[in-house]
C-alpha cells in the first residue's frame, strides 16, 4: 500500500512539472518581448505659442513588432520650461497593447515667442500722506501665459516711509517657463498740495525699439483738477531718454497751473535691442 502511495505521488508529481512546463512554453510563445519605437523627424521643431498638440506631434511616428504601426497611441507626455527663452523640450510616450511603454524627445522652438513684459497703471510718484502700493502699481504680462501680475515681485527698495525723496524699486516677474524679467525704477514721493492738477496718462510704462523716437506728448491723456475739471496750465516734459542705448529711462511731466500749483507724473520707457 506504501508503495502504490509513493508512486501516486510521483506520478503526480511528474504530471504537474509536465503541465506547467507546457503552461510556461505556451506563456513564452505567446508572450510579446519586443517593444515599440518612436521615430522623430528633425530634432527641432518650430511652432507658434498658440501650438496644438497634433502640431507638436507632426513628423512623430511608433511603430510596433507585434502592433504594427500605433502612431496614433503617441501621446505628449511633458513639455519642459525653456532651456533657453522660446525654446524647450518636449517628451513624446506611447505604449503597445502589451502595455509596453517607450519615451523619446526632441526641441520645440516657438518661432513667435516673446519675453514677458511689465505694464503699469500708475506712475510711481506718491504724495507723502497717501499709502504707496507699489505692487497694485505695477503688473506683467506673458506671451503664452496672459496675465502674470500674480508672479511680480519687488526685490528691493530703499523707501523710507512719509518720507519726501526719489527711491530706487527693483522688480521681478518670472513665466510658467521660467523666463525671468526684471527692471529697476525711481520712486517719487513728493509733497503735493491738493490744489495741484492731475495728470493722467494714457500708458505709464512703454517699450521701444533701439533707435525709435516716440512722441511722448502724446501720452498726455488729460490734466485736471482733483474733482476732474479741465484746467489751463503749462506742460514741461523732461527727461535723459537715448534711444541708442537700450536701458529703463524716465519721461517727466511737470504741469503748473496758472496759480502755480505744480504737480508731476513719470512715463517709463524701456529701450529694447
Request: hydrophobic letters at 40%; a negative charge.
Amino acid at each position: 500500500m506504501l508503495k502504490v502511495l509513493r508512486i501516486a505521488t510521483l506520478f503526480l508529481f511528474v504530471a504537474t512539472v509536465g503541465i506547467f512546463a507546457l503552461f510556461f512554453v505556451h506563456e513564452k510563445k505567446n508572450t510579446d518581448t519586443t517593444y515599440p519605437e518612436i521615430k522623430i523627424v528633425g530634432d527641432v521643431i518650430e511652432v507658434s505659442i498658440d501650438a496644438t498638440e497634433e502640431d507638436f506631434l507632426k513628423g512623430v511616428t511608433a511603430y510596433d513588432g507585434k502592433d504594427g504601426d500605433i502612431t496614433s497611441n503617441i501621446v505628449v507626455e511633458t513639455i519642459s520650461k525653456f532651456i533657453e527663452p522660446g525654446v524647450c523640450k518636449v517628451t513624446y510616450a506611447v505604449a503597445d497593447s502589451d502595455n509596453h511603454v517607450v519615451k523619446n524627445s526632441r526641441t520645440i522652438k516657438y518661432n513667435d515667442y516673446t519675453p514677458p513684459r511689465f505694464i503699469m497703471n500708475r506712475a510711481l510718484v506718491f504724495n507723502v500722506n497717501e499709502t504707496v502700493d507699489i505692487s497694485s502699481a505695477i503688473g506683467a504680462v506673458d506671451s503664452i501665459d496672459g496675465d502674470i501680475s500674480d508672479k511680480v515681485v519687488i526685490t528691493a527698495t530703499d523707501y523710507t516711509a512719509d518720507t519726501v525723496g526719489v527711491f530706487s524699486v527693483s522688480v521681478q516677474a518670472t513665466n510658467s517657463n521660467g523666463d525671468i524679467i526684471y527692471i529697476d525704477m525711481p520712486l517719487h514721493i513728493e509733497d503735493t498740495s491738493v490744489l495741484a492738477p492731475v495728470i493722467e496718462l494714457s500708458e505709464y510704462l512703454i517699450y521701444v525699439k533701439k533707435g525709435q523716437e516716440p512722441d511722448f506728448n502724446k501720452y498726455i491723456e488729460s490734466v485736471t483738477t482733483i474733482n476732474g475739471q479741465p484746467i489751463e496750465y503749462d506742460m514741461i516734459v523732461s527727461t535723459n531718454f537715448d534711444s541708442n542705448i537700450p536701458g529703463v529711462y524716465s519721461v517727466n511731466f511737470y504741469a503748473t497751473t496758472t496759480e502755480g500749483y505744480q504737480s508731476h507724473s513719470v512715463l517709463t520707457v524701456v529701450v529694447e535691442e
